[in-house]
């Protein structure tokens, strides 16, 4: 059984940085298909990041320069790390991996195994 736990959201001052992490169990993160989605209330789940089978990355125009999704293969845990963090970055943000070849890194239907989400607060 997948499964996939985030952790590190919270609350912190615009400009701060803050790092998520997205633990798995049941799924290997090594050479995977995964990415980071964002949702705030009444609003549509949105893409984040994605990175795929050779660690190519995909980043979200809001997100550029800013965010940084990466994996570690031994701890079997992907990172997102959040810089210069805004305002608007403040949502639940939710990790995903797909079973399958992605092909669209940000395309939500890619994804079938998802986290229950964790709560990043970004305070002007």
């Known amino acids: 059984q997948v499964q996939l736990v985030e952790s590190g959201g919270g609350s912190v001052q615009a400009g701060g940085s803050l790092r998520l992490s997205c633990a798995a169990s049941?799924?290997?993160?090594?050479?995977?298909?995964m990415a980071w989605f964002r949702q705030t209330p009444g609003k549509e789940r949105e893409a984040v990041a994605g990175?795929?089978?050779?660690?190519?990355?995909t980043y979200a125009d809001s997100v550029k320069g800013r965010f940084t999704i990466s994996r570690d293969n031994a701890k079997n845990i992907m990172y997102l790390q959040m810089n210069s963090l805004k305002p608007g970055d403040t949502a639940v943000y939710y990790c995903?991996?797909?079973?399958?070849?992605?092909?669209?890194?940000?395309?939500?239907?890619?994804?079938?195994?998802w986290g229950q989400g964790t709560q990043v607060t970004v305070s002007s």
């Open positions: 995903a991996a797909s079973q399958w070849v992605v092909m669209s890194p940000l395309l939500i239907s890619e994804y079938n195994y």
């Open positions: 049941g799924y290997s993160v090594r050479g995977a298909y």
């Open positions: 990175i795929v089978r050779d660690d190519t990355a």
